[in-house]
């Protein structure tokens, strides 16, 4: 694997780019590993890296049934941010803003992580109040937040809609070091990074069977062959049920949601920030890429499923909620929309956690908030891999929190997984 | 769009609906454990194929329906009353 460096830029560009070598090789499966990792996706990927980097574990597989990065890696609106006020779970998103910090350089490879200010409007005194709650609670553990008053909005976003009389906009709860980063190469520099310390990636291979034996996993069968992990991890939030039942283990406090997102033609730079907009039963979010497309999303499809195609009446929805809030939009033309398969969790927090057998290990429930949680994820997963305990910061990100009544759920929202976005 | 065929009002689109949930669950008695509690309100099969589930007809006649749906595909194999009585007025009104 070729670094990616000034010298190397300027070497390869004299000599036609014909010195770069594969981003990651493409290996047979060996017969067992010390750990197979099954889910290709950011997560999968980015345990699979820092159970080499951080615990010196390099005998692992990541198996994926399609293509890396071709899951939910791909079918999100690239927002990062750490507004999180349930112990346990800021300090998780905080860690994992910090990890986005640095991860360019961590990885060698550009993720284009621009901390460009998540900026979340409020409509009301109610809404002001709620809002200042949880961004002082950020405040005291050492999370950056502040409050924008409607002259210092206008002043940073002069077209959002400042005359909707039925939702006026009074200011914005404002996160400068938030912001997003580019998908695929979260994943490309992932699998990149694990790949140079020793894991095998190992694509269009599907799980397709568990054989058990003495209560443990002891081999898995798949689509290029029976593979054998002394420890297994499951990262395939959407169809983590699917592979649950494989094993024989029963129900999961999930159901699997989809969630649509949306990408314009590319126009001039509009949009500095990330603006998210919700009053009323709408919710809406928006950024531009680097290319310049509005990037833009909304709420579920509203009913269980595990289909990656959005239904009309929440691209009518977004449309409709993008029109209140920046009515400069009216005349885009929508691109491409698509829709990605959620696990919805019964209090909208995650887990990452120990499971009924003693050699597998859960990490789902990512619920809308998967794409920013993927370095803490695969930090923290790789660390109870390893280690045979969780952190502090996930000891109640477990399957046991529901029986024991220490929910951890953000909104309030009660045990119905579509109401935790 | 789903098109679900109330059997009160006839095919109406999905956006008139409200999505409930699983359709199967047994709410266990008042004085079983925790455990049954707990896995009747917080666990679920999560199916990825054909399922029952119920939809209330929030914008319609506000009736809660048993629907069996595909999470796959979406495609509908039946719908009826949750209640099984309220499902034998509407077979005598046919």
């Not at chain 1, 346990?88 to 621009?114: A, D, I, P, T």
């Not at chain 1, 938030?178 to 520099?189: E, T």
């Amino acid at each position: 694997m070729t670094k990616f460096n000034a010298w190397n830029v300027i070497k390869n560009g004299l000599n036609g780019q014909s010195y770069w070598t594969r981003q990651w090789r493409d290996p047979e499966p060996k017969s067992i590993y010390d750990v197979v990792i099954i889910g290709g996706g950011l997560h999968g990927l980015a345990t699979a890296y820092y159970l080499a980097k951080n615990h010196n574990i390099k005998n692992v597989a990541v198996l994926e049934k399609g293509w890396i990065g071709g899951g939910n890696a791909g079918r999100n609106t690239t927002i990062v941010r750490s507004n999180y006020m349930m112990p346990g779970n800021h300090e998780f998103y905080e860690h994992s803003l910090k990890l986005w910090e640095n991860l360019s350089h961590e990885l060698n490879y550009n993720v284009m992580f621009s901390q460009r200010a998540h900026v979340s409007l409020f409509h009301s005194p109610g809404a002001k109040d709620s809002v200042s709650r949880i961004y002082n609670i950020m405040r005291l553990h050492g999370t950056d937040a502040e409050l924008w008053d409607l002259k210092t909005l206008k002043k940073k976003i002069p077209h959002l809609n400042y005359h909707n009389s039925r939702f006026p906009i009074l200011g914005a709860a404002v996160q400068k070091r938030a912001g997003n980063a580019r998908h695929d190469a979260v994943a490309w520099g992932y699998a990149r990074a694990a790949d140079t310390l020793g894991v095998d990636i190992l694509q269009n291979c599907e799980v397709t069977g568990f054989t058990r034996k003495n209560g443990n996993i002891e081999s898995i069968q798949t689509s290029r062959g029976i593979i054998k992990g002394k420890k297994i991890g499951f990262a395939v939030a959407g169809n983590t049920s699917v592979l649950w039942q494989m094993a024989e283990l029963g129900n999961l406090p999930i159901e699997s949601h989809k969630l649509q997102a949306f990408v314009s033609e590319a126009v001039k730079p509009l949009l500095d920030q990330v603006v998210v907009y919700g009053v009323g039963g709408a919710h809406f979010y928006i950024s531009q890429s680097d290319k310049g497309s509005m990037v833009f999303g909304g709420d579920l499809d509203w009913y269980k499923s595990y289909a990656q195609r959005g239904n009309l009446p929440m691209v009518q929805d977004v449309a409709e909620a993008a029109m209140a809030i920046f009515p400069s939009l009216g005349r885009i033309r929508l691109l491409r929309h698509w829709a990605g398969v959620m696990d919805m969790t019964m209090d909208g927090s995650f887990f990452i956690c120990k499971t009924p057998i003693s050699n597998l290990y859960l990490n789902a429930g990512w619920n809308y908030g998967g794409f920013k949680a993927s370095p803490a994820s695969g930090w923290y997963f790789a660390d109870l891999i390893a280690n045979e305990s969780p952190h502090n910061y996930v000891q109640n990100h477990n399957l046991e929190r529901f029986e024991k009544g220490i929910n951890i759920d953000e909104r309030g929202a009660g045990p119905d997984p579509k109401l935790h976005g | 769009m789903i098109r679900i065929n109330c059997p009160y009002c006839g095919e109406r689109d999905h956006s008139e609906f409200s999505y409930g949930g699983d359709a199967t669950i047994n709410y266990p008695s008042l004085d079983a454990s925790e455990k049954e509690w707990t896995e009747a309100i917080f666990f679920r099969k999560n199916i990825k194929g054909f399922q029952f589930e119920t939809w209330h007809h929030s914008n319609g006649c506000r009736m809660w329906l048993v629907v069996e749906r595909s999470t796959v595909t979406h495609e509908i194999k039946s719908v009826k009353p949750c209640h099984p009585n309220l499902q034998k007025v509407a077979e005598n009104n046919k």
